[in-house]
T-cell receptor, first 117, second 111 residues
Framework: GAVVSQHPSRVICKSGTSVKIECRSL??????MFWYRQFPKQSLMLMAT?????????EQGVEKDKFLINHASLTLSTLTVTSAHPEDSSFYIC?????????????FGDGTRLSIL | GNSVTQMEGPVTLSEEAFLTINCTYT??????LFWYVQYPGEGLQLLLK?????DKGSNKGFEATYRKETTSFHLEKGSVQVSDSAVYFC??????????FGSGTQLTVLP
C-alpha cells in the first residue's frame, strides 16, 4: 500500500534553533501534502496544505514565517520551524493524498516529536 | 463548515468484548468518511473508509456503515483484542480535499 515517510522521528534542540522536517511519498506522486500538529491527547490540527510548485495554503492562526513549507517535488514536502521556542514543542504529522479522485484517502507519516528546551 | 463529533473516551473493555465508537458528522454535499487508528508514538493509519451512502467499510474485523439519514459512521468490532488498544479518529473529506477529524477516542483493551 501507499507509504509516507517522515523524518526525523524525534528532535530535541535548544530554543532559537530552526528545525526541518521532511515528508516523502515513497510509492506515489503527491501534488498535495498536508501538515498537522497534534497536542497531547488531542486531535490533529491542520496547519497548512502544501502544493507542489506553488505556495502553501496556511490555516487561520498559523504563522507563515514561523512554519515554512516547501514542496519542491512531487514526492517531497518540508516543514521548517524557524527559531523554535518551547511553545513550538509538539507532535507534527504530515500526510499525502494518493492522486486521483477526491475519495482517495490520505496516508500519514509516523510523525515527528519536537521538543524545544 | 464541516465538523465531526466523536464519542468521548477513554473506553476500556475486556478482551473479546463488543466495541462501538459513535461518530456523527455535519457536512455539505457528499463527503467521504474514514476511520484512522493511531498507536502510541506513531502517525495515523487508515483503518477503513466509505465514499457514499450505505457503503460499509471493513478491515481487520472493524466495520462502519455510511448512514446519510442519520449522518453517522459508527465504528464496530465484534470481539476486541489487546492489540486493538489505540486512539481511533473519525474523519471526513469534503470538496476542499482536507480532512476534518473528530477529537479521537482512546481505547484500552484489558486481557
Amino acid at each position: 500500500g501507499a507509504v509516507v515517510s517522515q523524518h526525523p522521528s524525534r528532535v530535541i534542540c535548544k530554543s532559537g534553533t530552526s528545525v526541518k522536517i521532511e515528508c516523502r511519498s515513497l510509492d506515489f506522486q503527491a501534488t498535495t501534502m498536508f501538515w498537522y500538529r497534534q497536542f497531547p491527547k488531542q486531535s490533529l490540527m491542520l496547519m497548512a496544505t502544501s502544493n507542489e510548485g506553488s505556495k502553501a495554503t496556511y490555516e487561520q492562526g498559523v504563522e507563515k514565517d514561523k512554519f515554512l513549507i516547501n514542496h519542491a517535488s512531487l514526492t517531497l514536502s518540508t516543514l521548517t520551524v524557524t527559531s523554535a521556542h518551547p511553545e513550538d514543542s509538539s507532535f507534527y504529522i504530515c500526510s499525502a493524498r494518493e492522486p486521483g479522485l477526491l475519495t482517495q484517502p490520505q496516508h500519514f507519516g509516523d510523525g515527528t516529536r519536537l521538543s524545544i528546551l | 463548515g464541516n465538523s465531526v463529533t466523536q464519542m468521548e473516551g477513554p473506553v476500556t473493555l475486556s478482551e473479546e468484548a463488543f466495541l462501538t465508537i459513535n461518530c456523527t458528522y455535519t457536512a455539505t454535499g457528499y463527503p467521504s468518511l474514514f476511520w484512522y487508528v493511531q498507536y502510541p508514538g506513531e502517525g495515523l493509519q487508515l483503518l477503513l473508509k466509505a465514499t457514499k451512502a450505505d457503503d460499509k467499510g471493513s478491515n481487520k474485523g472493524f466495520e462502519a456503515t455510511y448512514r446519510k439519514e442519520t449522518t453517522s459512521f459508527h465504528l464496530e468490532k465484534g470481539s476486541v483484542q489487546v492489540s486493538d488498544s489505540a486512539v481511533y479518529f473519525c474523519a471526513l473529506s469534503g470538496s476542499a480535499r482536507q480532512l476534518t477529524f473528530g477529537s479521537g477516542t482512546q481505547l484500552t483493551v484489558l486481557p
